[in-house]
Each structure stands twice: as structure tokens, then as C-alpha cells.
């Protein structure tokens, strides 16, 4: 049984840091590229980052460049997405995803069909 467990959401302040952690079983994780996505109230999901299977090439939406870093541990099976800076429009619930690997380099645009696995979210709150 694959599991995805999302965990490190909670409520900060504007400006603030948050490190979101997701834990894999039931799968090869070293196989498996893993992303980040989001979904605030009323809107559908968006991709917010990406990273291929050993963590050597990252994709990040617009929005978050610059402020947000996704990163692995293929020993802990693992994916983080640490958030600084946060602004009150990067509140929504964060989930995990994973697919497989077919191909070392990621995918352009990816939308939540690209992915095949996720969490069940972790909830991420910002406040001015």
C-alpha cells in the first residue's frame, strides 16, 4: 500500500518560515520523481515544485521562485519543501505527489495528472 505522509504545515506570520515534510512508503522512493502542490480555498490545485529522483534538477512555479526550496533524502524517503518568506496568498493545503520516473529529467508544466500518487495535505496558514 502506498502512503504519503505530508507533515510541517501550521499558522505563521507574513515573512515567515516553514519546512513541509512528506514520508513515502509502499514504493521505491529513489525511483519516483516528487512534487509539491497547493490548493487554496475556491481554486483548483496548482504545482508549486518538483524534483527529479536523485534531487539534482528542481522546477518551481513563478510565485514561489526564489522563496521556496524543494529538496529529498532518498535514505529517509523523503521529500521537503522549505518556505521562506511567506506571504498570506501562499495559504492553502500543501500536498505531496509522486510519479514514477520514467525519464531522468522532470517534466515541463505538470499538472496534477502527471502525478500518481498523493498525500492527504497539510495545511499551511498566513496571516498579514
Known amino acids: 500500500q502506498v502512503q504519503l505522509v505530508e507533515s510541517g504545515g501550521g499558522w505563521v506570520q507574513a515573512g515567515d518560515s516553514l519546512r513541509l515534510s512528506c514520508t513515502v512508503s509502499?514504493?521505491?522512493?529513489?525511483?519516483?520523481?516528487m512534487g509539491w502542490f497547493r490548493q487554496a480555498p475556491g481554486l483548483q490545485r496548482e504545482f508549486v515544485a518538483q524534483v527529479n529522483v536523485d534531487g539534482a534538477i528542481t522546477a518551481y512555479t513563478d510565485s514561489v521562485k526564489g522563496r521556496f526550496t524543494i529538496s529529498r533524502d532518498n535514505a529517509k524517503n523523503t521529500v521537503y519543501l522549505q518556505m521562506n518568506s511567506l506571504k498570506p496568498e501562499d495559504t492553502a493545503v500543501y500536498y505531496c505527489?509522486?510519479?514514477?520516473?520514467?525519464?531522468?529529467?522532470?517534466?515541463?508544466?505538470?499538472?496534477?495528472?502527471?502525478?500518481?500518487?498523493w498525500g492527504q495535505g497539510t495545511q499551511v496558514t498566513v496571516s498579514s
Open positions: 505527489a509522486a510519479r514514477p520516473g520514467l525519464s531522468y529529467r522532470l517534466i515541463s508544466s505538470p499538472t496534477e495528472r502527471d502525478f500518481r500518487y
Open positions: 509502499g514504493r521505491t522512493f529513489s525511483r519516483d520523481h
